[in-house]
């Protein structure tokens, strides 16, 4: 009999801003870069776990920003999970879009620090979730005519 995978998802915001010019806020490791996100809690919709885990690992408030209902990115992998004994999962990620309101300070709780990022495609960051995220944001806002100054 054939077990089905564990199925997990994590949601989370890119998080934008226009000054000092145009940038996205990505969160850094020892080796690598993240975004905020994490995994989904019971009773919780896509949105707020994503709002929930920005404001756990940057202190951003969700009234400081201007969330964007029409973009969405989704991505789904297999990984495996130390605390499911090292068994593969299914996982996907939901990648939401906010716009900062107004300058915020990021305090940072489960990364060792933070970077905003300018916005200058195309971005070779972390093959895996981010690049593929950027490259359909890039469309995204070209699509609703951003222009994106080289």
């Known amino acids: 009999m054939a077990t089905t995978m564990r199925q997990m998802k994590s949601c989370g915001i890119i998080v934008m801003r226009t000054e000092p010019q145009l940038s996205f806020l990505l ?24 709002l929930r885990e920005l404001h756990e690992e940057t202190g951003i408030e969700a009234s400081t920003l201007h969330l964007d209902e ?10 495996r999970y130390k605390r499911f004994g090292g068994k593969k999962v299914n996982k ?4 939401f879009l906010a716009w900062l ?20 495609p195309p971005h070779a960051i972390q093959k895996k979730i981010i690049d593929p995220l950027l490259q359909q944001l890039e469309g995204y806002l070209l699509e609703k005519g951003f222009k994106i100054i080289m």
């Open 70 to 79: 029409e973009f969405r990115f989704t991505d789904t992998y297999q990984t």
């Open 101 to 120: 309101k107004q300058e915020v300070n990021v305090k940072v709780s489960e990364h060792s620090s933070f970077a905003w990022v300018e916005w200058n």
């Open 92 to 95: 996907t990620v939901v990648i």
């Open 27 to 50: 969160m850094q490791k020892p080796n690598s870069y993240d975004l905020p996100k994490g995994h989904i809690e019971a009773g919780e919709d896509e949105w707020s776990c994503a």
